[in-house]
């Protein structure tokens, strides 16, 4: 099944725990690619370059199977895969969360730095603003002229984003389409030719 939408947090957000003299910082982005994700992590590491682990972990994409977790130092599954589960448990993609850990001086034990990591990207989470996001394909179709007031009613009816519009004998039209409306948009067309009206679509992306 096709996924139309997805949930994701709508800007940056912070939070922190304290257990034992460590601090926890967390740091919860909205990120859209890997190179996003880098650029954020190299700014956390030169703004807290005196702390002693970077731990996170990331998802990309509606389907959510782009992701990863780093315990950065710390135990194997201690950090990392934590802070996933607290992006996993809202159902999140898109989303990057750092945990920075200034340690205390005494050691927590793993299972309390589960409990540390976890707590910190929940609390992250928690003040952020999630927002669902339709997942969107781009469509291209050409018309003739005198077809220009139907398109701009397919345009109204199916609140396209357009792209591009040329203007010549043959028309172009390209646009950004709610995948959830992309069936009911080409039925319509489909009708619009049937009916005589000079549209077609050109590509499927």
């Given at each position: 099944?096709?996924v ?13 725990y ?14 859209k690619?890997?190179?996003?994700i880098?650029?954020k992590?190299?700014?956390?590491r030169?703004?807290?370059?005196d ?5 996170y972990?990331?998802?990309?994409g509606?389907?959510?199977k ?17 802070i ?5 448990s809202?159902n999140?993609?898109?989303?990057l969360i ?15 730095l ?19 996001n ?9 018309y ?7 398109v ?13 519009q040329e ?13 959830s ?6 039925d ?12 077609q679509?050109?590509t499927i992306?």
């Open positions: 099944m096709p139309f939408s997805y949930l994701t947090i709508q800007a940056p957000a912070q939070g922190i304290k257990e034992k003299g460590s601090k926890f910082l967390s740091f919860a982005y909205p990120v690619t890997e190179e996003d880098k650029e992590l190299l700014a956390l030169k703004e807290y370059f702390a002693r682990h970077h731990c972990a990331w998802i990309l509606p389907e959510k782009l992701f990863r977790a780093s315990d950065d130092g710390e135990p194997n599954h201690s950090a990392g895969d934590p996933l589960g607290q992006i996993r809202k999140l993609t898109d989303v750092v945990v920075v850990r200034y340690f205390g001086g005494v050691k927590l034990g793993v299972g309390r589960v409990t540390a990591y976890k707590t910190a990207a929940e609390d992250a989470i928690a003040s952020a603003i999630i927002i669902e339709q997942v969107t394909v781009q469509l291209n179709i050409q003739s002229y005198e077809a220009t007031p139907d701009m009613r397919l345009v109204k009816e199916f609140d396209l984003t357009i792209m591009n203007y010549n004998n043959e028309c172009l039209l390209s646009f950004t389409i709610n995948l409306n992309k069936e009911p948009f080409l319509k067309v489909k009708l619009m030719r049937a009916m005589g009206t000079n549209v679509v050109l992306d």
